[in-house]
């Protein structure tokens, strides 16, 4: 399949949801619909630098988050603003995930507050739908729809307009034409988590949240992925992921968390990286 | 650590793969678990009287309530046939035994569709997982499993007709002891007959071909099964009056039935026994994921999963032409939700099938037994709240993945509200269908006066579907029986805490929206007031089946 497609460079697998969303969230449609020229890391890094510095997208101030009333781990507070990529890192059931959750709204924080456009969020809104992207580790599609249908349904839910060419390109994008017709179940669990990367691509959407979404993709699977992440991030999009991918971490995070028991602190991309890559010590 | 075969010789590294030698019989089941077995099987006393406590126990608890509802039944027949002069319905009566010997093939062929679907020669997971890779031969290890479900397939065949020709041909006044015996063993047997008949074919294709081929054969026992009903309702609407069938007269067609079922048993499971060794790996392991779920979900008390393992379709392609847009209708978020929801339906058409089977029932038993206005109010409560169900399957699949429907921009709040519209509509021409229909049969049509004219059971029905809908979307987002508590023991056995609610949240509200029918059916008549109640019930219905969908949507998450 992939021998059929040229690869297209980076640049060229800008999200398809450009063509256009009829509702669009505020701030995120001038962004994207002129979205930088990839002239230069420095004019790249200069214009995200110019758009955070406007009020921040999304804030965690001193969120806690657990199970049954116990806290997972230490209070996060960190703000997220549009054309910014922030990384959850720590290790394995350090709370990453969990803190995610939190911010979708999918778990009531145990203290703090999350805060997307400076309203606490609440995951049953539709303003929080339409303006948030999820990607978690869980199936998520309509039964007994194939996988372009689903694709094509959440994008036409979400007003885009053109929605067959964008559906198309996405999955093109995520190599997923030949099993455009076949239903999500029936796809290996790598091209179930390129589906649903698709599923909050071909949508708009001004917040990404992501758990670990490097997970079970091959290797050009991870080349796509960084691109088309950078591609979202230059375009305007706020993220927060959690990943444990030092590539992910040095390519697309502008910030770090790292997620721990006593304190969660802030760090730049290339600490969060060194702090991955470090062994964890035993019990 | 050196590999050795089982007769002592070392493998190397170079040499072939352990495999059957040539010329040597491949070793059986039995001799492979001889010495597993005794160490598996070791019971205490305490254990071995306990279960046996337990099988009589329920076993005699079952019955029981079985002769209980069967003499119940009976003589609410007997009154209704006694009394059916005095409504002048507008459809003639069909024979009791005919409706009834048509309702039991009909369960008896929907129980076989089942069973095809959950994989008729089918071993456990456990199992599959460790005997499928090894050499051992297939028709040896399937033995026990084809032995144990054709007798189950004869047990249940022959309860379910046994007890609908006790209760039908029973039902006949002045019958003896004698003419009842006959009625009970001769359906029995009958049913037994059936059953292994059936077993035996649906065998078949699971031998032969792929889960695909299963699953179609399920689909055809089902539309058999919808067909027997279909015909049922409509010689009762076209007036076909058959006499009361003595007892005596059954014994020619049956004995001609059991000669027929006995070559098609014959004959369909010497052809699936010299094919059974060739049975696939892949529908061994197909079969067993769906007795796993089937398994899973009895013991969980879960009958929404229950209901989705029996109702499993083959998965496969959609074809589309490329380019072309899929879903062209849909223009935003409602448009959106409605269309996966019809798409969901349109690709599962038996759920159509089902409501409309729903739908004649109640006019079948009154048309055929001149069941009693109780029990069609009974019925139509049932019939209605299984029809809604049965529709109502997109909020039960969306109840499982609630991601799905949070990548669409629609409220939580607003999001049940959209599912239950469309299965609203459907319900109301249901309703405006099934109880009229259901009236005219037991009599309860009179000309065009208000109140019993046909349009005022129309009306009736119209109201009430709406609110099987929100009864239906009530119980799809039910609990889950609380897993992570020990145990209650009941008579009926070891339930988990909170599977009665679990299992009556739906019904419960179907109740309130059926009690103006049931006052209608029970005063022979709709007045407005009674239509105007309706309303009110089914407002009352949709207010708090929405309000619950709302609220637990929030849970799922």
Known sequence: MSQKQPKQPAAKQTPPKQTGAKQSPPKQTGAKQSPPKQTGAKQAGAARARRRSGPALLELDALTVGYTKSPVCAPVTVAVGAGEAVCLVGANGA???????????????????????????????????????CVFDEDAWFAELSVAEHLELVARGHGVRDVVAVVDAELAAQRLA???????????????????????????????????????????????????????????????????????????????????DDVCRVVDAEEAARLVTEPVAGP | MTLERVDGDALDGDGPLPGPVAGEPLPSRADLVSEAAPSRAARGLRTTVYDVYTTVLQTGI???????????????????????????????????????????????????????????????????????????????????????????????????????????????????????????????ALGAALGLGGYALVTRPAVRAGTRAVVRTGAVLDALALAVVVALAASALVGLAVDAVAPSALVVPAVVAVVLAVVALVTAGAASWRDVGDTSAVSLRSGAARLGRLTSSVLQADVRELGRALAADATGRRRRRRGASRVPWASGPATAVWSADWLLLRRQPRRFLTAAAFALVPLVVAAGTGAPRGVLALLLWLAGYWAATTLSEPARSMALVPAAARALPVSQTRLPLLRLVPVAALMALWGAIAVPLAATTSGLVHGETTGTAWWAWALLGAFAGPGWAAAALRGALRPDPDLSRPSVATAMGSLPPGAIAAVSTGPDLAVLVTVPVLLAVLSRGAPPLLVQGQVLASAVAVALGWWYAAHRARKLS
């Open chain 1, 178 to 260: 030949e099993h455009a017709d076949e239903l999500p179940t029936a796809l290996s669990s790598g091209q179930r988590r390129r589906l649903l990367l698709a599923a909050a691509l071909v949508r708009p959407r001004a917040l990404l949240l992501l758990d670990e979404p490097e997970q079970r993709l091959d290797p050009t699977g991870r080349d796509t992925l960084l691109e088309r992440l950078k591609a979202e991030r230059d375009a305007g999009t706020a993220m927060l992921l959690a990943t444990h991918d030092t590539v992910l971490l040095r390519g697309l995070a502008d910030r770090a968390v790292v997620i721990d």
């Open chain 2, 62 to 188: 079952g019955g029981g309530l079985l002769l209980g509802a069967s003499g119940s039944l009976r003589s609410a027949l007997q009154a209704g046939l006694s009394s059916t002069g005095d409504g002048p319905g507008l459809v003639a009566r069909t024979s009791g035994v005919l409706t009834s010997a048509g309702l039991a093939v009909a369960a008896v062929l929907v129980l076989l569709g089942a069973l095809c679907r959950i994989g008729p020669v089918s071993l456990g997971t456990a199992p599959t997982a460790w005997w499928t890779p090894l050499p051992v031969e297939r028709r040896d290890l399937l033995r026990p499993v084809l032995r144990q479900r054709a007798v189950v397939s004869a047990v249940v065949g022959a309860v379910v007709c046994g007890w609908a020709g006790s209760i039908a041909v029973g039902a006949s006044p002045g019958l003896g002891t004698g003419g009842f015996l006959s009625a009970l063993g001769g359906g029995a």
């Open chain 1, 95 to 133: 709370g990453k995930s969990t803190v995610l959750r939190a911010v979708a709204g999918l778990l009531e924080p145990l203290g703090g507050e999350v805060r997307l456009r400076g309203e606490v969020v609440d995951e049953r809104t539709v303003e929080f739908r339409r303006q948030v992207a």
